[in-house]
């Protein structure tokens, strides 16, 4: 199926944007803190249409399904209400968004950590600002798709990923101060590439523990009389807490601490040691991971070649990220994979980019 097919027409415009894997500071973004992420080869595509009446009509390619709203005050749900959740936040904007035909395409994977909502948001905004001539710059698009993840997808994310999807590339990694939106953009450090191993375990944030540990952190941070858990730099701080707002602190604090020790320039070897350290802070003070991704994190550090892993994504499942020696991803993850298949468990390669039948 293509957009002519589905909607009689073919399409006025289109937009897409990449998914992203971020390499270090986990769950630090709603804590106003520092990340580093950076855009993956897979994208997703929006392609746009004035619709002939008075509905919106929406159709993902991927799933095969199509949503029409004919009722504004009526929230969808599925992937239609990312959609639904940008018209509406640029809406509450000012901007007038007529009836609209929208189809999607992705091939960033769903359930892995990799923001496929984040790309589906910026890729739609990316659309109906070449469709309708919005004034609204990247970082305005960014900010945009958080609003309507927040409010339409009910999700209480961070700025971080949509800042990635609208502003990274595959080729740099993307320093982030989440409170100023001051960036940087980093080489890739030296002599490494990025792996990324699906753990086959899906998760989806709105019904995970993800929005509990927001309200963890942000309950520190009022106990420690600060606006953010970014605001306390000394680990030592945290200790006054009571379980678990102890350890949920202490990982923003030492995770953000990570993220500006890369800052002032590191090795591949004290980077990967830096991912080994953010891994065990997320399994055991975040309490976010599950056993497949702590197997298969563990399975990678143990490789020769892998400077270090972690979990990617808020967790709960989802997928791994290991800085390796540059030119051996796809062997260090053939190898890996095996021993995983054997431990019980069935991963696929996502960065590089393999087929599934590729990573068999």
């Known amino acids: 199926m293509d957009f002519e097919q589905v909607f009689g027409k073919p399409p006025e415009t289109q937009a897409t944007a990449p998914g992203r894997v971020n390499l270090l500071g986990e769950h630090t973004d709603y804590n106003d803190g520092f990340v580093l992420p950076t855009a993956i080869p897979q994208s997703t595509m929006v392609q746009l249409g004035l619709s002939r009446d008075s509905q919106h009509h929406f159709y993902s390619e991927n799933l095969n399904e199509q949503v029409s709203i004919a009722d504004i005050n009526h929230t969808p749900s599925g992937f239609a209400n990312y959609i639904f959740g940008c018209i509406e936040v640029l809406q509450k904007a000012g901007h007038t968004i007529p009836s609209l035909c929208v189809y999607v395409k992705s091939s960033v994977p769903m359930g892995s950590g990799l923001s496929s909502s984040a790309a589906l948001e910026v890729a739609t905004l990316r659309a109906l600002r070449q469709l309708l001539n919005l004034p609204i710059d990247d970082v305005e698009i960014a900010q945009f798709a958080q609003q309507a993840e927040i409010q339409y997808a009910g999700v209480q994310c961070g700025i971080m990923d949509q800042m990635a999807s609208s502003l990274a590339d595959t080729e740099h990694i993307l320093f982030l101060d989440t409170r100023t939106l001051e960036r940087r953009v980093m080489p890739l450090p030296e002599n490494a590439e990025i792996l ?4 086959g375990v899906p998760r989806t944030l709105a019904t995970s523990g993800y929005n509990q540990r927001r309200a963890e952190c942000e309950e520190a941070a009022r106990s420690l009389g600060v606006k953010a858990l970014r605001d306390i730099t000394d680990v030592e701080v945290t200790e006054k807490l009571p379980e678990p707002l102890r350890r949920r602190a202490r990982h923003v604090v030492t995770e953000d601490n990570r993220v500006l020790e890369v800052l002032q320039g590191v090795t591949s070897e004290r980077f990967g040691e830096l991912m080994n350290a953010s891994h065990a802070s997320l399994r055991d003070d975040y309490e976010v991971s599950v056993p497949a991704l702590d197997t298969l994190v563990e399975l990678l550090q143990k490789t020769p070649g892998v400077y270090g892993a972690r979990l990617t994504g808020a967790g709960f499942g989802g997928a791994s990220v ?35 039948s590729d990573a068999a």
């Open 322 to 356: 290991a800085l390796v020696a540059a030119g051996e991803a796809r062997s260090i993850a053939t190898h890996v994979l095996e021993q995983y298949k054997q431990a019980g468990y069935t991963g696929q390669i996502l960065v590089p980019f393999l087929e599934l």
């Open 196 to 199: 990324v191993i699906d753990s």
